[in-house]
């Protein structure tokens, strides 16, 4: 089965430090996204990787194709980058397949003033 | 605003009652998908579509039904609803250009 798994599940930061999340999967995969949830609220599409390392302000998200690994990373973090961190992968396919997602269970970050 | 829009945002049913979630987007993206949230558990998929006329089932389907009559709408129907169907539904589309994907803001369901 492919499956998704995150670490860690729940992560609590005082404000200003430096936060990693771990995604890793099973199989192969054409593509991994970093979705970001606020609590009670709806799902916002951070990154899209297939490969390399892409920056979003102070979001850094790295994928290892060989060892099957992606982190995200948040700098100088802040408390409203409290918020439930998901990772989804596409799995190598054709037609319907190709655009279905498998999600982690995501992370729960929170982050103290 | 271009986006996904999912109506209602919070539904109590009785058991046994139908209903259903509405989701729509402007975006002409093909790709159109329903998922639940439960706590504990990564979003199950269950059903999706890759176009008008085009269906299919993902992890979770049984109990819901969908219709992808149109590029812009993707309805959810729930035939006889069941408490185990309580749960928060999200809708989510991607155009086959474009390879992120929208999600609409949720349906907070609740069967009793």
């Known amino acids: 089965k492919n499956e998704v798994e995150q670490s860690p599940q729940n992560l609590t930061a005082q404000e200003g430090e430096f936060i990693t999340i771990n995604c890793s999967y099973s199989v192969g995969i054409s593509a991994l996204h970093w979705l970001q949830q606020h609590p009670g609220g709806g799902i916002v599409s951070l990154f899209m990787?297939?490969?390399g390392k892409k920056k979003h302000g102070r979001l850094i998200a790295t994928i290892n194709i060989q060892e099957k690994h992606s982190s995200l990373h948040i700098t100088a973090s802040h408390p409203r980058d409290s918020a439930v961190y998901i990772c989804a992968v596409r799995w190598y396919g054709s037609g319907g397949s190709n655009y279905k997602l498998t999600f982690g269970k995501g992370t729960l970050l929170t982050v103290n003033p | 605003n271009a986006g996904v829009t999912q109506t209602p945002k919070f539904q109590v049913l009785k058991t046994g009652q139908s209903m259903t979630l509405q989701c729509a987007q402007d975006m002409n993206h093909e790709y159109m998908s329903w998922y639940r949230q439960d706590p504990g558990m990564g979003l199950r998929l269950i059903h999706y579509s890759v176009g008008a006329g085009i269906t299919d089932q993902g992890e979770v389907p049984n109990g819901y039904n969908v219709s992808r009559s149109t590029t812009e709408d993707f309805p959810l129907r729930l035939l006889s609803a069941a408490p185990s169907q309580t749960s928060v539904y999200f809708c989510a589309s991607r155009g086959q250009r474009n390879y992120g994907y929208t999600f609409g803001s949720g349906t907070r369901l609740t069967v009793v």
């Open positions: 990787l297939s490969s």
